[in-house]
């Protein structure tokens, strides 16, 4: 059964930092990219950024570059977001997914083959 799971989130101030974790089970994580989107109160699914786990490229949206840092363990099977210099407006459920980099995600998210459940990032102003 495969499984991504989600943890990290919670309540920080402006300014702050938080690490949220992915840890991915029951995939060959070498065949996908590994993504984070996010999904504030009121508004659509964001991507923020993802990481090719073979090669270990990644790739942000503009919203979070110079801010935010995607990295993997591999051992772990664990996709990191470490998320610095927090804003309100980054208030969001954060989800993982994992798909096929060369079926078009995750430009098109759908595209995903498997999602977590999401965990909750507040940023207190």
């Known amino acids: 059964q495969v499984q991504l799971v989600e943890s990290g989130g919670g309540l920080v101030q402006a300014g702050g930092s938080l690490r949220l974790s992915c840890a991915a089970s029951?995939?060959?994580?070498?065949?996908?990219?590994v993504a984070w989107f996010r999904q504030g109160p009121g508004k659509e699914r964001e991507f923020v950024g993802f990481?090719?786990?073979?090669?270990?490229?990644?790739h942000y949206a503009d919203s979070v570059k110079g801010r935010f840092t995607i990295s993997r363990h591999i051992a772990a099977k664990t996709v990191y977001l470490q998320m610095n210099s927090l804003k309100p407006e980054d208030t969001a459920v954060y989800y993982c997914?994992?798909?096929?980099?060369?079926?078009?995600?995750?430009?098109?998210?759908?595209?995903?083959?498997?999602w977590g459940q999401g965990t909750q990032v507040t940023v207190s102003s």
């Open positions: 997914a994992a798909g096929r980099y060369d079926s078009g995600f995750p430009t098109i998210a759908s595209r995903s083959d498997y």
């Open positions: 029951g995939l060959t994580l070498s065949r996908y990219t």
């Open positions: 990481i090719n786990w073979s090669g270990g490229t990644t």
